[in-house]
């Protein structure tokens, strides 16, 4: 599959000008609860708000979307042209917090990608389709920062070859 599909998201997120600063959410009576500091929560927001981004590139390149139908499985959303296609495009969303040193400056950070015992292990445990049917990996990292919600986006594109 041909797709560029970095530049084909980054282009959808310039388009609709998102604001990606969560911060609550509002029952329909108006009232607002804080969704306080779960990265979880707030990354499961983000797999939300990209999944109608993901939907327009599929109806646009003749491609289905599939999300992932449990939250332990791999990848957050498969691309794919049908259920037989073995260039099937992974596309996992990755929220982290940013963490500072005691002088202020920042250090590293920890993304987690999965579990290597389940899908990387037999290629069919926790994953919506077999390993060997994915083309592409790409993976959305998003750091988050305390006082201000969204500071950083990085795509990850992988290419993983394992032994099964």
Same mark, same amino acid.
């Given at each position: 599959?041909?797709?560029? #599909?970095?530049?084909?998201? *980054?282009?959808?997120?310039?388009?609709?000008?998102?604001? !990606?600063?969560?911060?609550?959410?509002?029952? $329909?009576?108006?009232?607002?609860?804080?969704l306080?500091?779960?990265?979880? @929560?707030?990354? %499961?927001?983000?797999? @939300?708000?990209?999944? &109608?981004?993901?939907?327009?590139?599929?109806?646009? *390149?003749?491609?289905?979307?599939? $999300?992932?139908?449990?939250?332990?499985?791999? $990848?957050?959303?498969?691309?794919?042209?049908?259920e037989?296609?073995?260039?099937?495009?992974?596309?996992?969303?990755?929220?982290?917090? %940013?963490?500072? @040193?005691?002088?202020?400056? $920042?250090? =590293?950070?920890? #993304?987690?990608l999965?579990? #290597?015992?389940?899908?990387?292990?037999? =290629?069919?445990? &926790?994953?919506?389709?077999?390993?060997?049917?994915?083309?592409?990996?790409?993976?959305?990292?998003?750091?988050?920062?305390?006082?201000? +919600?969204?500071?950083?986006?990085? !795509?990850?594109? +992988?290419? +993983?070859?394992?032994?099964?």
């Open positions: 599959m041909g797709l560029d #599909f970095i530049r084909l998201f *980054n282009k959808k997120l310039e388009e609709k000008d998102i604001d !990606w600063e969560v911060s609550a959410l509002a029952s $329909p009576d108006g009232k607002l609860f804080s306080g500091s779960d990265s979880k @929560l707030i990354g %499961r927001i983000f797999e @939300l708000i990209s999944y &109608n981004i993901l939907q327009e590139i599929a109806d646009e *390149n003749g491609l289905i979307l599939y $999300p992932s139908q449990q939250q332990t499985v791999y $990848p957050d959303f498969t691309l794919m042209k049908s037989a296609d073995t260039e099937k495009i992974a596309v996992d969303i990755k929220t982290t917090y %940013r963490k500072f @040193l005691k002088n202020g400056q $920042p250090s =590293g950070y920890v #993304f987690t999965g579990s #290597f015992a389940s899908y990387m292990r037999d =290629g069919k445990k &926790n994953i919506s389709f077999p390993y060997d049917q994915y083309a592409k990996h790409y993976v959305e990292m998003t750091m988050l920062q305390k006082v201000k +919600c969204l500071i950083l986006r990085i !795509w990850v594109s +992988c290419q +993983c070859h394992t032994k099964m």
